[in-house]
């Protein structure tokens, strides 16, 4: 099984409608991030989380909100789907103890908003 | 303003030959550095790192080196195979910060 679980791992949705991205991962790590990837670019930080009672924005947040239920979840929701949210979504965790600075990444969510 | 840059998109290179992927940073805060590999429809794994304390650390067949006084990186693949053709993304962090930048990648094809 994988550590990092991303769901749904396809998702098209209509301009308007609020829809939630869920991951969850069982390394017992403290620290996730939800990054977008949009084609020939890089991974952009969206949010992320160092513990359950803290939520941080990236640099690029407006239009999503985060919510970390608990250590091992942590959900992105698009309150209002837009076509350029169209992307690829990954969530990511760390424990800067065990493997400095590396990140888990999950096999991602394919967004796609018509 | 793009912190980390990847200036090639792709790159190409024979089996058994080297690969050298590039990656530049502007930020001198950063002091941590590494290097992901992404198949298609897979997320990103980690692949290398290397602190700002040091110059160069290998790992078999990928030995990534930093010139910080450039304010550049390079990671080198040899000899190449083809199943390391994938997506390469160079990422750059603070530590204390706890987040990493990550540049746009360039795609390493490797042909028999």
């Known amino acids: 099984d994988a550590d990092v679980t991303q769901t749904p791992r396809n998702r098209i949705t209509k301009t308007g409608k609020r829809i939630m991205l869920e991951c969850s991962q069982t390394?017992?790590?403290?620290?996730m991030y939800w990054y977008r990837q949009d084609p020939g670019l890089g991974l952009r930080l969206i949010y992320y989380?160092?513990?359950?009672?803290?939520?941080n924005k990236g640099e690029i947040s407006d239009g999503y909100s985060v919510s970390r239920q608990a250590q091992a979840k942590f959900s992105l929701s698009l309150e209002s789907a837009i076509p350029n949210q169209t992307a690829l979504y990954f969530c990511?965790?760390?424990?800067?103890?065990?493997?400095?600075?590396?990140?888990?990444f999950g096999a991602g969510t394919r967004l796609s908003v018509l | 303003d793009q912190q980390v840059k990847q200036n090639s998109p792709s790159l190409s290179v024979q089996e058994g030959r080297i690969s050298i992927l590039n990656c530049d940073y502007t930020n001198s805060m950063f002091d941590y550095f590494l290097w992901y590999k992404k198949y298609p429809a897979e997320g990103p794994t980690f692949l290398i790192s290397i602190s700002s304390i040091k110059d160069k650390n290998e790992d078999g067949r990928f030995t990534v080196f930093l010139n910080k006084s450039a304010k550049h990186l390079s990671l080198h693949i040899v000899p190449s195979q083809p199943g390391d053709s994938a997506v390469y993304f160079c990422a750059a962090s603070n530590t204390n910060a706890g987040k990493s930048t990550f540049g746009d990648g360039t795609t390493l094809t490797v042909k028999p």
């Open positions: 989380s160092f513990d359950v009672k803290d939520i």
């Open positions: 990511a965790t760390s424990d800067p103890a065990r493997a400095k600075n590396i990140q888990y």
């Open positions: 390394k017992g790590h403290d620290r």
